[in-house]
């Protein structure tokens, strides 16, 4: 069965330089949800889109901007990049509320 | 503030153990309750729990949700090698996206 796609699986950057994550649902699913997991910690909700508006937010730094596109798609935008960015960084999508499928992740390392 | 904590944090047996593992939580406008399993990568869904005391099985994983007294277990029998990973709990709410998780249950499996 198809999975949710993220690329690049791994990106490493400079700080204050700028990064764009991207992310494509499985086929059908309306629903996008990014999260940031830092090394050891749990997943943290950052914002999430349903059908191209955004839906919720959460603890988004104003750094970051994301938005979803006519197929679904979504990227993820980060500027002024900081050592503290550097985490995994998970996308993941639904057709219903909560059954959330998470994508394999983007390693976002900050140098 | 919505919380949700598992415990062990971790958790270490040999092959044939069985586990159990618990997830509780304080949410607001509780909706739904998710296992995943998560290895090196992304979190894979397990199980989602609406209802009190409705067992949800698949092979030798099962889950149970206690709405009454917030918690949750998740069960693994006869367990094995490639059951080692972290085990995350996630709680859904009304009118959010936002999945909260738990710090997780690292399961090591040894032979």
């Known amino acids: ?111 | 503030e919505d919380k949700v904590v598992q415990s062990p944090l971790s958790l270490v047996v040999h092959e044939g153990d069985t586990v159990t593992l618990n997830c509780s939580y304080e949410v607001t406008n509780f909706r739904s309750l998710l296992w995943y399993k998560q290895e090196k990568k992304a979190p894979t869904f397990l199980f989602m729990l609406t209802s009190s005391g409705i067992e949800k099985k698949s092979g030798r994983l099962s889950s149970i949700l206690d709405k009454k007294e917030l918690f949750s277990i998740l069960n693994i029998t006869a367990t094995q090698t490639g059951d080692s990973a972290v085990y995350l709990c996630a709680v859904g709410g009304y009118n959010t996206d936002k999945l909260i998780f738990g710090t997780g249950t690292r399961l090591q499996v040894f032979p």
Not at chain 1, 10 to 25: D, G, Q, S
Not at chain 1, 33 to 48: M, R
Request: hydrophobic share 30%; glycine share 6%; aromatic share 12%.
């Open chain 1, 1 to 111: 069965a198809a999975g949710v796609i993220q690329s690049p699986r791994h990106l490493i950057k400079e700080k204050r330089e700028t990064a764009t994550l991207k992310c494509y649902p499985i086929p059908r699913h309306d629903t996008v949800y990014w999260y940031q997991q830092g090394p050891g910690q749990d997943p943290q909700f950052l914002i999430s889109f349903y059908e191209k508006m955004q839906s919720d937010k959460g603890s988004i730094p104003d750094r970051f901007s994301a938005q979803q596109f006519s197929d679904y798609h979504s990227e993820l935008n980060m500027s002024s990049l900081e050592l503290g960015d550097s985490a995994l960084y998970f996308c993941a999508s639904s057709s219903a509320p909560d059954t959330q499928y998470f994508g394999p992740g983007t390693r976002l390392t900050v140098l």
